[in-house]
């Protein structure tokens, strides 16, 4: 009987801790998508990831008004790869959530950057995008991640705006 309630009592543990197969990783460049991320890591019982990169975005580099700030020169570029401050590993999860701010309709490039770090471990998991934006919706954003990365298990993503 003894025996019985500890194994009880061990599966409940299991079944209320962190749902260590899942993973939210996300990039928030001031707080938005943060914020959404938690609240979807709260409702899956996941664990959260912080994309952030070597090089923090100023409020100057955001400036989407001017054509040689740092999110547009990124933005103008497909190729570019804003470097990433930690790397995350992605083995242990089998859906990965994965947040960013809409910019310029799609995602931040920092974005490619994690995925390409992450390329072939995200290889048959299923991911799924979420964004937050001002007005814009996801759809873009999320067929440029199906085009870019064609091999990858894309689910439905959503938009995550209050
Ligand atoms: C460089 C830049 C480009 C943006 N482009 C768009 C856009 O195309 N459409 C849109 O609705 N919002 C756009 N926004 C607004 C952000 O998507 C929105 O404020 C978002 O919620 C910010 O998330 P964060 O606080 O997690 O960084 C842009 C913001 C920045 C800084």
């Known amino acids: 009987m003894k025996r019985f309630l500890l194994l009880a009592l061990l599966c ?12 939210v990783a996300y990039f928030s460049a ?8 938690q609240k979807i890591a709260k409702q899956q019982n996941a664990r959260l990831w912080e994309i952030e990169p070597a090089e923090p975005y100023t409020a100057a580099d955001l400036d989407w008004r001017n054509d040689n700030s740092r999110s547009s020169v990124e933005m103008k570029d497909p190729d570019e790869r804003p470097a990433i401050r ?3 590993d992605v083995t242990p999860y089998d859906t990965v959530y994965i947040g960013f ?17 992450n390329l072939p471990q995200l290889e048959g ?5 979420f964004a937050t ?6 759809e873009e954003a999320e067929a440029y991640l199906r085009k870019t ?4 298990q894309w689910q439905k993503g959503s938009l995550r705006n209050r």
């Not at 990365?149 to 990858?152: A, D």
């Open 101 to 117: 701010p809409i910019w310029w309709g799609i995602c931040p490039r920092i974005i490619n950057s994690w995925i390409d770090n």
């Open 86 to 88: 930690m790397c995350t």
């Open 12 to 23: 409940a543990a299991c079944m209320t801790s962190t749902n260590a197969k899942t993973l």
């Open 30 to 37: 001031t707080g938005t998508t943060r914020a959404a991320a």
């Open 133 to 138: 934006s001002g007005s814009s919706g996801i």
């Open 149 to 152: 990365y064609p091999t990858l």
């Open 125 to 129: 998991k299923t991911l799924i995008p």
